[in-house]
Nanobody, 116 residues
Framework: QVQLVESGGGLVQAGGSLRLSCAAS????????IGWYRQVPGKLRELVAR???????DYADSVKGRFTISRDNAKNTVYLQMNSLKPEDTARYYC??????????WGQGTQVTVSS
């Protein structure tokens, strides 16, 4: 089992920045890929950024150039630095990890609200 705990969300004005953190615990050795998704009510959860199983990074087109995913392996923590935030970035952000069997683990999410 893998447990994921997100933090760092909040209310920010458009153009501002936030950094989200996702702390992983449990069977972290089994994690094959890890990243961030977001969801607004009434819409499907969408990929924001992730480290793939090969170690490369993927970003949603809507956040390229503004968001950066990074990780600290010693702390089992993944970060999402979000700059130049826009009102359309408002969502609940979830950390997601997958093991070698592609089984998904999810955190409880952290709310990001960007005011115009």
């Amino acid at each position: 089992q893998v447990q994921l705990v997100e933090s760092g969300g909040g209310l920010v004005q458009a153009g501002g920045s936030l950094r989200l953190s996702c702390a992983a615990s449990g069977s972290t050795f089994s994690i094959n890929a890890i990243g961030w998704y977001r969801q607004v009510p009434g819409k499907l959860r969408e990929l924001v950024a992730r480290f793939s199983s090969g170690g490369s990074t993927d970003y949603a087109d809507s956040v390229k150039g503004r968001f950066t995913i990074s990780r600290d392996n010693a702390k089992n923590t993944v970060y999402l630095q979000m700059n130049s935030l826009k009102p359309e970035d408002t969502a609940r952000y979830y950390c997601n990890a997958r093991n070698h069997y592609n089984y998904p683990y999810w955190g409880q999410g952290t709310q990001v609200t960007v005011s115009s």
